[in-house]
């Protein structure tokens, strides 16, 4: 498999012609693919064969831009044309700066604790919901565990002793 993938691999950003299954052929550039042979195609185009009744052959023509395409039903690909230049490759030039723009800081991204002004709504569980409190959770807390004895009953039972079971 890694000579196939390495073959494919050679290939990306040529513009390339495909075939699918329903006689379908779309053309664009060849942007990535995957284990199962999905393809993504840029700048794709769909060109459809249909047989009119009072003429020969006729093609139809419509642009579809991105296209992610299930490698399920391909039957050919074949090379049309280079790789795409450059200057026509899409840029983030006229993005606006930001959070997670610009280059690495050299470390792994989404690991460790956040910038310093974390957001308020991301520092961490929200009091009231969820677990009970630490607070609760901690040994010798009244009614607690400790303190009846090291045993408390479930709610909703009575306890052991007269009047009981």
Do not use: W
Request: charged fraction near 20%; include cysteine.
């Amino acid at each position: 498999m890694a000579g196939r993938a390495s073959k494919i691999q050679q290939h990306i950003n040529y513009k390339i012609r495909v075939t699918l299954q329903d006689n379908r052929e779309l053309q664009g550039f060849f942007l990535a693919f995957d284990k199962h042979m999905n393809i993504i195609l840029g700048d794709c185009e769909e060109m459809r064969r249909t047989k009119p009744k009072k003429a020969g052959e006729k093609e139809e023509r419509r642009v579809l831009g991105l296209v992610l395409l299930r490698g399920e039903h391909l039957v050919s690909l074949t090379v049309v044309g280079p790789p795409m230049q450059e200057e026509r490759r899409p840029t983030l030039s006229g993005a606006v700066g930001g959070p997670g723009v610009g280059p690495g800081a050299g470390r792994a991204a989404g690991r460790g604790a956040g910038p310093p002004g974390v957001a308020p709504g991301l520092q961490g569980p929200a009091r009231g919901f969820g677990a009970p409190s630490h607070q609760m959770m901690a040994p010798g807390f009244p009614g607690g565990a400790a303190a009846g004895g090291g045993y408390m009953p479930p709610p909703m039972m009575r306890p052991p002793g007269p009047g009981g079971y």
